[in-house]
C-alpha cells in the first residue's frame, strides 16, 4: 500500500522520530553523522539562553513542525530571538521549541528510497528579479502567472504568497512590496527553499559526492525511514561537507517528489520505480554477527586480523578499536572506542553485516558490554595490567570481568581461548556454546599444549602450532585430525616468525574465524595479506626505513608487553643463521648495530609495574629514553619516568641490563627526534608511543632529509627465504 509517499514499510516510530527534531538530530550525531548544535526549549528566557550558550547566529524552529512553517533563520540578537521564539511556538503541536546553531549553504534535499539516494535537488527559496519597471509586488504577480504554479500542491509549483513574513524580509533588502527593484536585482520572498512557500528546484542528482550520498543514505536508516528526505545545508553537494563544512539539518517522512519528477531546470528523476521496488526486497535478519575480543594484550590487532579475514570474504565489517570505529574499512571517528558505545554505534549502522569488538575492561565496569550476546567471543591472554585500578586487585578478579564476554556466548555460538593462560582457559567452564582453544605451546609437559590434547580427544578444536625443517605451521585441530592452515612466517605480521606477539594474534584470529563460518583458505588468505604497515596497524609494529636506521612504531605500554617487544628486539637485532632460528630461536651471533627505545607507561600503573617495565626494557635496549604521556593520570611530572629508570638501574645492579644509557625526555616528540638523531646506519629505534601518527610523519620526515632515503619495510623482507 501506497499513501502519498508513504508506503506499507514506512515505520510509524520512524516518521514519530522525524517529527521530534531534536530526537533526530541526538540520533544522528550518535552515529557520527554532520549535524548543527542543537537543544529543544519551551519558554522565551530559555530560548534567548540557549542561543547564546550555542552562539550566533542561530535558527529557531518548531519541534514538529513541517513544510517550513515557523522556521526563523540567521537569527543574530537577542530580540530577532524573542520575536523567532513566539513564531515557532505558533507553528509547534508539542509546544516545544528547537534552538540550534545555523548552518550556512546552500539547501539541498537528497531524496532516499528503500536505503539508497535516488534523486538530490537544490532548493531556491521563493524569489523575484527585477526588471526595473514593476514593483515587487508586480512582479510576484507576473511569476505567481505562471501556468506551472498553482494552490498548494495542485500543480508542480506553488504560488508566491505575501503575507507579513515576506514583507519583512523583502524591507530587510531594502525594498518595499511597491519599490521598483533595478534591473537584475535578486529579492527573496521566503528564506527557506521549500516547495510550499513558493520555492524552485535544480535537479543535482549527478552531481552529488559519493561521501554526502553515504551520510544521507546513513540518516534515513538510522531514523527509520524507507522513504526519507534529507536536508543538507552545505556549500556544494558535489564536495564531501566534512571536508567544506555543513550539516543535516533535517530527515523529513513522506517527502514531496515534485522537485525531483518536475524540477525547475534539470533533469527529471522518476522516483516512483524505487518506491515500488523498495517494497519487495531481500529478507534480511534482524541481527549481525558479532565478535568481540578482550584480553590484556594483543586486542586490538587481533580485531583487525579479524576485520580483515571477514572483509576478504565479502562482508561489511564494523569494528571498534582503541584507535577508532571502522564501518566497511573507511574510519568514521577516531580515538580510544574500545567501549559499548562505541559498540552500540556500529550496530546502529545498518551498513554493517559483522560486527568485530575490541571489548575493555574499563568499558565493561562503566557500562557493560553494549549488546546483550557475542556469537564469538575471543580472550588474548590475562595479566597485571590495571591491576590496583577501579577496585580491582587480583588476576582472579579481572578474570571476573574479562569473563563476561564468554558468558555471553549463547549455545549456538563459541569463545576462543588461550590455551597456554590458565586463567583465561578457565573460563570455558562458563560458556554456553562450544570452545576453541589455541596455543602457542609445542613441547610435551608445556600446559597449554597438555590442554589443547585433552580437548582435541573429546572431538573440541583448537588452534596451535607445529614446528618442522620447512617452519613453524599454523595447523587446526579438530579431534583425531589436523588440517594445516599456513606457515607463520608467511603471514607478513609476524616479521618471518620473529614479532612472537603476532603469531599468538594469528592464531586467535584464525579460532576467530573459523569459529564464526570462514574456511580456512579465507583465513589463509587473510593472514598472508595481513602486515602492520601504518595504513593497515597504525601503531602496531609499524616498520620504516630511514636513512639506514630501521625504525619500529609501537604501542607497548605494560610490562608483558615489553617481555614481548625485548623478545622482539633481540631477534630483530641477531641476525638469524637458519629458517628454524628465523622462526623458533633466536639466531646466533652477535647484535649487528645499537636498539634504541623510546619507552613510557602509564601513570596510572603501579610503581613495582613502572620499576618492572624498565627493568625489561634495559635487558632488551643499548639506549633508553623515557617519555611520559600527556595525561599523568594523577602523578608530578617525571615521576613515572623515575620510575622506569630505577627499573633500569636495579637491573645494571642485577647484571642483567644490556642499556649503557638511559635518559628522561618527558615530550613524547622530544623524545622521538632525540632518538632519531642518536641513531646511526645500522640501528633499531623503537617508539612506543601514544600519538603514531605523530610519530610516523615526524620519521617520515626525518627520512626525506636523509640521504637513503624511507619506505616501509617490503613485505618481501619479511619472510623465510625459500632454500
Given at each position: ?188 520572498l521566503a528564506l527557506t527553499g521549500n516547495m510550499s512557500t513558493g520555492g524552485t528546484s535544480i535537479d543535482r542528482t549527478i552531481e552529488a559526492h559519493p561521501d554526502n550520498v553515504e551520510i544521507a ?91 580483515h579475514i571477514l572483509k576478504l570474504m565479502g562482508r561489511r565489517v564494523g569494528m571498534t578499536s582503541t584507535d577508532g570505529i571502522v564501518i566497511d574499512g573507511r574510519l568514521i571517528k577516531k580515538g ?388
Amino acid at each position: 500500500r501506497i499513501r502519498a509517499t508513504m508506503t506499507s514499510k514506512t515505520s510509524a516510530i520512524g516518521v514519530d522520530v522525524a517529527s521530534d527534531k531534536s530526537l533526530t538530530n541526538r540520533l544522528l550525531d550518535s552515529a557520527g553523522l554532520p549535524v548543527p548544535r542543537a537543544d529543544v526549549v519551551d519558554t522565551e528566557d530559555a530560548a534567548v539562553a540557549l542561543a547564546k550558550r550555542i552562539g550566533f547566529p542561530c535558527v529557531v524552529k518548531p519541534l514538529d513542525g513541517n513544510h517550513g512553517r515557523g522556521v526563523h533563520l540567521d537569527l543574530r540578537s537577542e530580540e530577532a530571538v524573542r520575536a523567532a521564539y513566539h513564531g515557532a511556538l505558533g507553528q509547534s503541536r508539542s509546544g516545544v521549541v528547537v534552538v540550534e546553531s545555523y548552518v550556512t549553504g546552500n539547501d539541498y534535499r537528497c531524496l532516499v528510497i528503500g536505503g539508497k539516494v535516488a534523486a538530490i535537488a537544490e532548493r531556491v527559496p521563493a524569489s523575484v528579479t527585477g526588471d526595473g519597471a514593476q514593483t515587487v509586488r508586480q512582479l510576484v504577480e507576473r511569476a505567481n502567472a505562471d501556468p506551472r504554479r498553482g494552490i498548494g500542491h495542485e500543480k508542480v509549483l506553488t504560488r508566491i504568497k505575501v503575507d507579513d513574513a515576506a514583507e519583512e524580509l523583502v524591507r530587510g533588502q531594502g525594498f518595499g512590496m511597491d519599490d521598483v527593484p533595478p534591473e537584475g536585482t535578486w529579492i527573496k520572498l521566503a528564506l527557506t527553499g521549500n516547495m510550499s512557500t513558493g520555492g524552485t528546484s535544480i535537479d543535482r542528482t549527478i552531481e552529488a559526492h559519493p561521501d554526502n550520498v553515504e551520510i544521507a543514505e546513513t540518516a534515513a536508516r538510522i531514523v527509520g525511514l524507507d522513504v526519507a528526505g534529507i536536508d543538507f545545508i552545505c556549500p556544494d553537494i558535489a564536495t564531501p561537507v566534512r571536508e567544506t563544512g555543513g550539516a543535516i539539518v533535517e530527515v523529513n517522512a513522506a517527502p514531496g517528489f515534485r522537485m525531483h519528477t518536475h524540477p525547475t531546470e534539470g533533469e527529471p528523476q522518476y522516483v516512483a520505480r524505487p518506491v515500488i521496488d523498495s517494497l519487495f526486497p531481500a529478507g534480511a535478519s534482524a541481527r549481525i554477527p558479532i565478535i568481540s575480543v578482550t584480553g590484556t594484550n594483543g586486542k586490538t590487532t587481533t580485531v583487525r586480523m579479524i576485520a580483515h579475514i571477514l572483509k576478504l570474504m565479502g562482508r561489511r565489517v564494523g569494528m571498534t578499536s582503541t584507535d577508532g570505529i571502522v564501518i566497511d574499512g573507511r574510519l568514521i571517528k577516531k580515538g580510544d572506542m574500545s567501549g559499548p558505545k562505541s559498540a552500540q554505534m556500529v550496530l546502529q549502522n545498518p551498513t554493517v553485516d559483522t560486527a568485530v569488538f575490541e571489548v575493555a575492561r574499563g568499558g565493561i565496569l562503566r557500562e557493560g558490554l553494549g549488546f546483550d550476546r557475542n556469537d564469538v567471543a575471543v580472550v588474548t591472554n590475562l595479566t597485571g595490567d590495571h591491576l590496583g585500578i577501579g577496585g580491582i586487585t587480583s588476576l582472579g578478579q579481572l578474570a571476573n570481568v574479562k569473563g563476561v564476554v564468554v558468558e555471553a556466548v549463547p549455545r549456538s555460538g563459541a569463545a576462543v581461548l588461550n590455551a597456554d593462560d590458565a586463567h583465561v582457559y578457565r573460563m570455558g567452564r562458563h560458556c554456553a556454546g562450544r570452545v576453541v582453544l589455541f596455543s602457542m605451546a609445542t613441547e610435551k609437559g608445556e600446559d597449554g599444549l597438555d590442554r589443547v590434547d585433552g580437548h582435541t580427544s573429546r572431538g573440541n578444536a583448537a588452534f596451535c602450532l607445529e614446528p618442522s625443517a620447512e617452519g613453524e605451521l599454523i595447523v587446526l585441530r579438530l579431534g583425531s585430525r589436523k588440517m594445516p592452515v599456513l606457515y607463520t612466517h608467511l603471514i607478513p605480521a609476524t616479521f618471518g616468525g620473529r614479532a612472537r606477539m603476532n603469531v599468538a594474534n594469528a592464531l586467535a584470529a584464525a579460532a576467530a574465524a573459523w569459529a564464526a563460518g570462514a574456511h580456512l583458505h579465507d583465513i589463509r588468505q587473510g593472514l598472508r595479506t595481513f602486515s602492520t604497515s601504518f595504513f593497515q596497524a597504525p601503531g602496531r609494529l609499524n616498520l620504516l626505513h630511514v636513512g639506514g636506521v630501521r625504525v619500529v612504531i609501537d604501542y607497548c605500554h605494560n610490562v608483558d608487553g615489553m617481555r614481548q617487544l625485548a623478545d622482539f628486539v633481540d631477534r630483530m637485532m641477531t641476525e638469524p643463521q637458519t629458517r628454524a632460528g628465523r622462526i623458533g630461536t633466536k639466531g646466533p651471533g652477535a647484535r649487528a648495530g645499537r636498539a634504541i627505545g623510546v619507552l613510557g607507561i602509564p601513570g596510572d600503573r603501579r610503581n613495582e609495574d613502572q620499576r618492572d617495565y624498565g627493568g625489561i626494557a634495559a635487558g632488551a635496549f643499548d639506549e633508553i629514553i623515557v617519555r611520559e604521556d600527556k595525561n599523568l593520570r594523577g602523578r608530578a611530572p617525571g615521576e613515572t619516568a623515575s620510575n622506569v629508570i630505577e627499573g633500569v638501574r636495579a637491573a645494571r645492579a642485577a647484571g642483567t641490563a644490556r642499556a649503557t644509557r638511559a635518559d628522561k625526555v618527558l615530550e613524547e616528540m622530544t623524545a622521538v627526534r632525540t632518538a632519531l638523531r642518536r641513531a646511526i646506519p645500522g640501528d633499531l629505534v623503537v617508539c612506543c608511543v601514544d600519538d603514531a601518527i605523530g610519530v610516523y610523519r615526524e620519521a617520515m620526515a626525518a627520512a626525506g632529509t636523509s640521504r637513503g632515503g624511507s619506505a616501509f619495510a617490503d613485505p618481501g623482507e619479511l619472510e623465510a627465504p625459500e632454500g
